[in-house]
């Protein structure tokens, strides 16, 4: 029987960074495979929590990294959005990658997980921050970017890094979703398109920005969600294969 989300052990610990010690939420015990969770702009707060459990339920240990630890912010409020941004906007694509780096070595040290069998899942900021770690870290087993705005401009873009993807990657993204304009979304099916590894994009076309998070129910869009979800676990049991 599969275990259901609920059911997952999790524990915090930390992880020593370049930058300090980095709060990491664990889910899932055992495993040959991990999951990466990058946290909205909001912190790894209860629904990211739930996504990290939601992974572990599929068989693979699940970590969701808090980003913020250089402030110590921790979590913020959906209504705290302003907040947010500035916080979000200083953590530029050198400690994004520090951050996972230092997450990949607790992992092949603690657990046992390689690079290779870990893929890096990141949702809004998050999503941002998992493309940009697929650019700058070499050997992943995979990548998914959930609506992540910032890629393909702004002052962290990192889409002309793209030609250094060497990982199968996934993108989703709502087709109404104001913070990813259309060019944006074709330049990034460009770049995917002269990748040498899997890379597709699925645009959702009734769907805006964060509409896989049930936590925001004004947002959420459950078909969309139901659909990038599953396409996501298909994706992974054909790129991070359980052990059998």
């Not at 459990?53 to 990294?65: N, S």
């Not at 046992?112 to 900021?125: D, I, L, Q, S, Y």
């Amino acid at each position: 029987m599969t275990a259901q989300p609920d059911d997952i052990g999790t524990e915090w610990g930390e992880v020593p960074t370049e930058d300090g010690p980095m709060g990491l939420y664990r889910a899932g015990g055992d495993a040959t495979s991990a999951v990466v969770v990058l946290q909205e702009a909001f912190g790894v707060n209860d629904h990211i929590q739930d996504v990290t459990r939601r992974f572990a339920a599929l068989g693979h240990l699940a970590v969701a990294p808090d980003l913020f630890h250089r402030t110590g912010t921790g979590v913020l409020g959906y209504e705290r959005h302003a907040e947010a941004m500035p916080l979000i906007g200083a953590i530029d694509a050198g400690a994004i990658t520090r951050d996972v780096r230092a997450v990949l070595a607790h992992l092949a040290e603690h657990d046992g997980v390689p690079a290779n069998r870990v893929a890096v899942v990141g949702f809004c900021f998050g999503g941002r921050a998992a493309f940009t770690a697929a650019t700058s870290i070499r050997g992943l087993g995979a990548t998914v970017v959930f609506y992540g705005p910032g890629i393909a401009a702004g002052p962290h873009a990192v889409l002309g890094d793209a030609g250094r993807i060497d990982a199968p990657l996934l993108v989703h993204v709502g087709g109404d979703d104001p913070t990813i304009p259309a060019d944006q979304v074709a330049a990034v099916d460009t770049a995917l398109a002269a990748l040498p590894v899997p890379a597709r994009q699925f645009v959702y076309p009734d769907a805006g920005h964060a509409f896989a998070c049930d936590a925001r129910p004004a947002l959420y869009r459950r078909e969309a969600a139901t659909l990038a979800w599953d396409r996501t676990t298909a994706f992974l049991a054909d790129h991070l294969p359980l052990a059998h």
